[in-house]
């Protein structure tokens, strides 16, 4: 599972607790600190939870920084960190900082709960239907975007996407990893989901069968549709696949939630997802269905790829064919 569910002495309770860290993958240091925490809490996100009772920061400074650019940018990452946890309902209590020679930010999250609080990932049906709460394609992006400086890397790509178009990309990346999934945690009690995880390092498809696996009915999930920040499959394509974005194995960071739905409450999750009530951002697609298996995962052969537009180019997505709000 995405946490850890310990039932408590006191009776109906539980403590539901993740930890996780990564590296840097942006440039902007109070950006990677939200990301961070993003990250931290999409693993109670994924089992429905949405509010988080305590949350420590794990932070390596790197020694092979100097001190003014350690005294410039360790606040900004601590301070976006602390940030993303406000507008999650929680705080930053404490945590540990350590110095070696790489930069790693990351936390803890911690919340007691009664059971109806969160939703265990293992009640899908044959019938249901898989939702996404994210783009993919976001490691595309910020690959893209660091080989803007570097003239070998850049003339792969230049033939199939602009400078101006990375640079949207990356920013819509940026944003994506940076949004928390706290509305889509609540949707799935109000939509009535039956399992979900979080998209992140196994990509689409290795998280798709980590969660087809935990499943109590012998069911695949089948996978007919990739949602993917605009120009991303082009440049995947120009290198080859080599990030294995179209085979759902390129990792994600701080991605959507992959949800099972019922069929008849998937249409109005994505549609309600996108009230002007939750704020800016928020984005769901049908992308596959629930079916009688062996417990796996798969994508079709010649997937749908639904391009998502990032915001600063105008429209919010489109599609090689047509996009998929509501029905397979």
């Given at each position: 599972?995405?946490?850890?569910?310990?039932p408590?002495?006191?009776?109906g309770l539980?403590?539901?607790?993740?930890?996780?860290?990564?590296?840097?993958?942006?440039?902007?240091?109070?950006m990677?600190?939200r990301?961070?925490?993003?990250?931290?809490?999409?693993?109670?996100y994924?089992?429905?939870?949405t509010e988080?009772?305590?949350m420590?920061?794990l932070?390596?400074?790197?020694?092979?920084?100097?001190?003014?650019?350690?005294?410039k940018?360790?606040?900004?990452?601590?301070?976006?960190?602390?940030?993303?946890?406000?507008?999650?309902?929680?705080?930053?209590?404490?945590?540990?900082?350590?110095?070696?020679?790489?930069?790693?930010?990351?936390g803890v999250?911690?919340?007691?709960?009664?059971?109806?609080?969160?939703i265990?990932?293992h009640?899908?049906?044959?019938?249901?239907?898989?939702?996404?709460?994210?783009?993919?394609?976001?490691?595309?992006?910020?690959?893209?975007?660091?080989?803007?400086?570097?003239?070998?890397?850049w003339?792969?790509?230049?033939?199939?996407?602009s400078?101006?178009?990375?640079?949207?990309?990356?920013?819509?990346a940026?944003?994506?990893?940076?949004?928390?999934?706290?509305?889509?945690?609540?949707?799935?009690?109000?939509?009535?989901a039956?399992?979900?995880?979080?998209?992140?390092?196994?990509?689409?498809?290795?998280?798709a069968?980590?969660?087809?696996?935990?499943?109590?009915?012998e069911?695949?999930?089948?996978?007919?549709?990739?949602?993917?920040?605009?120009?991303?499959?082009?440049?995947?394509?120009?290198?080859?696949?080599?990030?294995?974005?179209?085979?759902?194995?390129?990792?994600?960071?701080?991605?959507?939630?992959?949800?099972?739905?019922p069929?008849?409450?998937?249409?109005?999750?994505?549609?309600?997802?996108?009230?002007?009530?939750?704020?800016?951002?928020?984005?769901?697609?049908?992308?596959?269905?629930?079916?009688?298996?062996?417990r796996?995962a798969?994508i079709?052969e010649?997937?749908?790829?639904?391009?998502?537009?990032?915001?600063?180019?105008g429209?919010?997505?489109?599609?090689?064919?047509?996009?998929?709000?509501?029905?397979?």
């Amino acid at each position: 599972m995405d946490s850890c569910v310990i039932p408590l002495r006191h009776r109906g309770l539980s403590l539901v607790q993740t930890t996780d860290f990564f590296y840097p993958s942006v440039e902007d240091p109070y950006m990677q600190g939200r990301i961070a925490c993003a990250n931290v809490l999409s693993d109670l996100y994924a089992m429905g939870i949405t509010e988080c009772d305590n949350m420590l920061m794990l932070l390596s400074v790197s020694q092979k920084m100097t001190e003014e650019e350690r005294e410039k940018v360790t606040p900004l990452m601590m301070k976006g960190f602390k940030d993303a946890a406000e507008e999650g309902g929680t705080s930053v209590t404490g945590g540990q900082t350590v110095v070696n020679p790489w930069i790693i930010i990351g936390g803890v999250a911690t919340v007691v709960c009664p059971s109806n609080e969160f939703i265990m990932p293992h009640n899908a049906v044959p019938g249901d239907v898989l939702v996404l709460t994210k783009p993919l394609g976001t490691q595309v992006a910020v690959n893209a975007h660091q080989w803007l400086d570097n003239p070998e890397r850049w003339n792969k790509i230049r033939l199939v996407v602009s400078k101006e178009e990375v640079e949207l990309a990356y920013q819509e990346a940026m944003f994506n990893m940076a949004t928390l999934n706290r509305t889509a945690a609540a949707l799935m009690h109000m939509f009535n989901a039956h399992a979900a995880t979080d998209i992140t390092g196994f990509g689409i498809l290795g998280h798709a069968q980590n969660l087809a696996q935990q499943q109590h009915c012998e069911v695949n999930f089948v996978i007919h549709n990739l949602p993917i920040i605009a120009k991303m499959a082009a440049i995947t394509k120009a290198c080859g696949n080599r990030f294995g974005l179209l085979h759902g194995t390129s990792p994600e960071t701080s991605g959507g939630l992959l949800i099972c739905l019922p069929r008849e409450q998937a249409a109005r999750f994505c549609a309600e997802i996108k009230s002007p009530k939750y704020g800016e951002g928020h984005q769901a697609w049908i992308i596959g269905i629930v079916e009688k298996g062996n417990r796996s995962a798969r994508i079709i052969e010649k997937p749908r790829i639904i391009e998502v537009t990032p915001r600063g180019a105008g429209t919010s997505e489109s599609s090689n064919t047509s996009s998929l709000d509501g029905t397979l």
